[in-house]
């Protein structure tokens, strides 16, 4: 396809991608995007090219949005290769060490629980974490001898699905921050047989499941107009936030960055809690998502707002002027797992 001739939209929505092994999260969200001719793009919670799994793709107003999700609890299978240390704690890495393995299932669940809560993880070296303006990874490129500081991170529950020879399989509920390939490489160290990632498959992210993901081949099947019916809308990723909806003139003001008091806001809001915003933007319409909105308790401050264009969903009607440039926006993590 031809960019040149084939003008970017506006598209809003959010996509549920199951992103495939071999791929960056940049390469698989580039391919949905220039199927969907999207002009703002964005992914968030980012996946290693090793990695499988669901991979949430935001696209115009979802992308202002995308940060509240990389916040929210993950699922993992992850397989461990039980045996092998590498320099990256996973499979990409140089081996750097090869032990024995003798490790039962017995073993397994009495070291597991070591690592529910709230624990301290030394992030790998290899990982996009900056010091000093750097990532990591360009010190560790360059042969440099850096300490890096444990974090606390938060395991709500690990589970062991199988111990098939020398490698181990586990389902992981965590939350934000936490690397896989560090708790692989900590658990085999635990295990005193040393372990790296050997794969890893992402299955729930906030409140979506994979089950609920498309694949990518079948997303670039689809086509346009097909696969942007199948764009969740923005607010999707707002649902966990209270509602507010708004009469015209007081959506005018609020889009204005006008401050409201005098509204009958969900009981039980804490003060500085973010409000999912909706108003009609003119009286005789539908009420349609306006952004988030601040409660301090008394009044509601706008903290963040649709531009004209991506109030309507999926996108803006094709006789619109198109957008001549493409605009592709990242929501990486603070790590990448």
Avoid at 268 to 279: I, K, L, M, N, Q
Wanted: proline content about 6%; aromatic content about 6%; some cysteine.
């Amino acid at each position: 396809m031809n960019s040149n001739k084939t003008p970017w939209e506006a598209v809003n929505g959010v996509l549920l991608l199951n992103k495939p092994r071999g791929l960056t999260s940049q390469q698989a969200l580039f391919r949905v995007r220039r199927v969907l001719r999207a002009a703002k793009a964005g992914h968030g919670g980012t996946l290693d090219p090793l990695a499988d799994g669901l991979l949430m793709l935001c696209f115009g107003a979802a992308t202002k949005f995308a940060q509240r999700h990389l916040e929210a609890d993950k699922r993992y299978i992850a397989v461990l290769q039980l045996g092998v240390r590498t320099t990256t704690d996973d499979a990409e890495g140089e081996v750097v060490a090869q032990l024995p393995v003798r490790v039962e299932r017995g073993l397994v669940d009495a070291v597991l629980p070591r690592f529910l809560g709230a624990i301290r993880q030394i992030p790998p070296i290899y990982s996009a974490l900056k010091r000093e303006g750097k990532p990591l990874y360009a010190y560790a490129r360059a042969g440099d001898a850096i300490e890096v500081d444990p974090r606390t991170v938060q395991v709500h529950s690990i589970e062991a699905l199988a111990l098939e020879g020398e490698q181990l399989t586990l389902e992981v509920h965590c939350g934000k921050g936490t690397y896989i390939r560090a708790l692989a490489r900590d658990i085999g160290d635990a295990l005193g047989c040393g372990a790296h990632l050997a794969a890893l498959t992402r299955t729930a992210s906030g409140g979506f499941s994979l089950t609920q993901a498309l694949e990518l081949d079948a997303a670039e099947a689809l086509g346009k107009s097909a696969l942007r019916q199948r764009l969740l809308p923005a607010d999707a990723l707002l649902q966990a936030a209270p509602r507010q909806d708004l009469d015209a003139e007081q959506t005018q003001r609020f889009l204005h960055g006008g401050r409201l008091s005098g509204l009958q806001v969900s009981d039980g809001v804490p003060h500085g809690e973010d409000v999912r915003v909706y108003g009609p933007l003119a009286a005789d319409q539908s009420a349609v998502l306006l952004g988030i909105g601040v409660w301090d308790g008394s009044v509601l401050a706008p903290r963040r707002l649709l531009c004209p264009d991506e109030f309507s969903f999926p996108a803006v009607p094709t006789a619109q002027p198109p957008i001549s440039q493409p605009r592709t926006e990242f929501f990486h993590q603070d790590v990448t797992p």
